[in-house]
């Protein structure tokens, strides 16, 4: 097994993890969902969902990572379920379709800092024509993929672990700075309140099914890629206080990061929140579009820097999460298909790639990738274009892979056999409170909550079929 490499301390896989966790998840898409699902209401519904269903998942996906040293694949295979590999096969697909889009607005975020460095503020304005643009955009997706392919290809400890060193602190120190400035403009308090104090009428089960997906976005679950992770970790690490400095890293990134977002927002809506909700608004553009202007309106060179240290900010954030998508389909290809790591991630970095195209070209360029679900007939829940349609789509089998992990590890593996994993490098786990909520959540509430809320967002978002409304 020592040729797979491994982190080098606790920490390191600490930071490793975390650094997939936190990207654009937490600052691109959390503050426009929270927009979008009525702020504060929002908020807690994730930070339950969080806590309660996801952190479970996280402990036993990395556990079954470490059990096995293996890759999704092989993990389900090594435990003596070959029919079960199924869920690691989903797994692989589903990072590569997140990473096929995600390194796109990871391209943007990277464009928005070369434009933010020259002072080009107008950017927010021009941003339909920035992302169709396809030789701008798709010259900044090919620098961000080789970036991510660069950093895998110097192996666990010194590519992934060695980044996540270095981009991790320089992260929180910026965000933290920003958010310091971001509470000094005017009207900053009408947007922490607007973030903060809940408004319940505003909840529905578009709201709770959006607070989970973005709660296993956020956590990177569902896709094995803590399996994947996991199985690089040391045998008497603590999985348990790892998985909730991971938990509590990410959460705490994207709280901060809304109390970065909302007072800029505020201060560039003179304070009426209200806005924040109406259709049209907020989404993918929440960021791209109103933050440039809020740079603008800061004005000469203190503009300049907090534009350039945001979208520097974003990058960074987001190339932790690509480097930690790119390693779940290499680790696949090197240890079930017995292929040098460095031939693996330029092969799979340039597939990646190549399916990347139609949520490049989807941006306006291309009629048929940008109004992709209205011309493939899929209900207007979804946004019209290829990139959000395959971004709506990963999203769901992220609930269903979480819901088929829990499932399969308190019921076909069996839960003794997960707790004697866990309780390595965790001394008097058995008779901790902690296992007498894993025995719930793991073998009872997640599977069961993960598999009707996957049923219920399939069928809103993809058939068109309300199942809620039908029964109330
Ligand atoms: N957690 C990342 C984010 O919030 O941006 C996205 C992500 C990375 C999802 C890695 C899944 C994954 F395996």
Redesign the pocket.
Known sequence: MASRGGFSNKLGFILAAAG???????????PFEVGNGGGAAFVLLYLSFCFILCFPVMITEIAIGRKTSLNPVGAFNALGFKNWNIVGKLGIL??VL??SF?NVVAGWAFGYFVEMVQGHFDIGQKFGGFISNIVKVGGYAVIFMFSTAFIVSKGVSGGIEKAAKILMPTLIIMILGLVAYAMTLPNATKGISFYLVPDFSEININVIGGALRQA???????????ITYGSYVGKDDNIVSSAAYITLM?VGI?FIAGLMIFPFVAFNLGGDMQQVTEPGFGGPGLIFVTLPSVFENIGGALGIIIGSLFFLLLSF??LT??V??LE?PVAYVVDEHKVNRNKAVWLVAGIIFILGIPSLLSGGYSEFFSNFSRIIGVPEVIDGDFLSFVAAL?DVL?LLGGCLIVFFAGHVWKKHNLDAEISQGFEGYEKSFVKKFLNFTITILSPIILAILFILVFFNNFIGIDIMSMIS
């Open positions: 997939s966790a936190v990207g654009l998840g937490n600052i691109w898409k959390f589903c990072g997140i990473l995600y296993f976005f956020s956590l990177s679950l569902g896709m094995g890629a803590l990410d994207a954030a987001a999460s690509t930690s998508l779940v990963a992220l």
